[in-house]
DNA sequence: GTGCGTGTAAACCGATCGGTCTACCTGTGG
DNA sequence: CCACAGGTAGACCGATCGGTTTACACGCAC
């Protein structure tokens, strides 16, 4: 569906967007960084809107991707923890990216979406592998706090200890 | 200490950081709003830095107050939850301010300091109320995950949750 | 009365913002 | 042979960014 030009694109504007804020970075750094003229990003993405669409909309698709593969060989639920806490393909020292982005975003941006369905496609991950909505709520909330506090701390410390009190 | 011009750019930008976020809001912007020359607020803070600063720092003074207050008349910990659900003195619909600037801010901003602080008080405050640090880490992560929560979904749902969770 | 502190009004700085446009080059497929 | 897609290079647009500067007006305290 994509170029080259345009994979190099997104593969850039995701690293510029999740270290330095959506809103901090601009549309000629990122095209710089991959090495393309602003024309290239417009005839490619349309708009900022939509590439920082297209950046939330691929990362969720590869963090889904890669939880997957390790729920299919560790069908349990500090599986979901495990891959909160490091990802083959992408930074995650910074806390969720998703987090991250819907505290830049205007509720109305088209991105916005994006980022509350992954967060259900989470919730719904967890009740599916519970069996018991309840807890899955509840192990949500430990996780959300765990990566949330993983932003403001810098360490992952809270979240080994989310995953131990989820295995309880 | 502050003039009553200081004051109002103080109250503009704290509206407006919270709001929009600090990185979109310029401070043309609030000088505007605030019906103040950008020189007044260039002498009355220094930069935009240390606007920001001030904003978080006097955040974190009034919730605390706040705090104190709910918890000299019921000395629970609920009242914690309860003090992050509504506030007399500023907006908290969109999720903890304190999450919104650590999103955006990087680390070595001289903001991220008073986050972080903030964060600290908050859990030492859990840990005096409780007696058991255990318990007190286990309480914060509930409570960041639930306001953490709130700045996605836009509901309160999560934090009556873990309030009701906190209680056992 | 004469400073000084607090403020307004507004021009100015260089840089950057998101976005558009013209001109030109190159590889591939009909 | 030629058309078209995907590119580069770079000027250009009006607006805004954080920050500084000059000039002028007010009120209060010594």
Sequence with gaps: MTTPAGQRILDHASALFYTHGITAVGVAGIAEAAGVTKKTLYDQFGSKAALVTAYLQRRHDRWWADLQERLAAKPQVDT?????????QFDTDLGCGFQRAAAELPRDHPA????????QAVRDELTRLTGDPDRAEYLFLLLEGAVARRAVEGTTDALDRARELAAR
């Design 80 to 88: 979901v923890f495990d891959s909160y806490l490091a990802h083959p």
């Design 112 to 119: 916005f979406a994006v980022i509350q369905a992954h967060k």
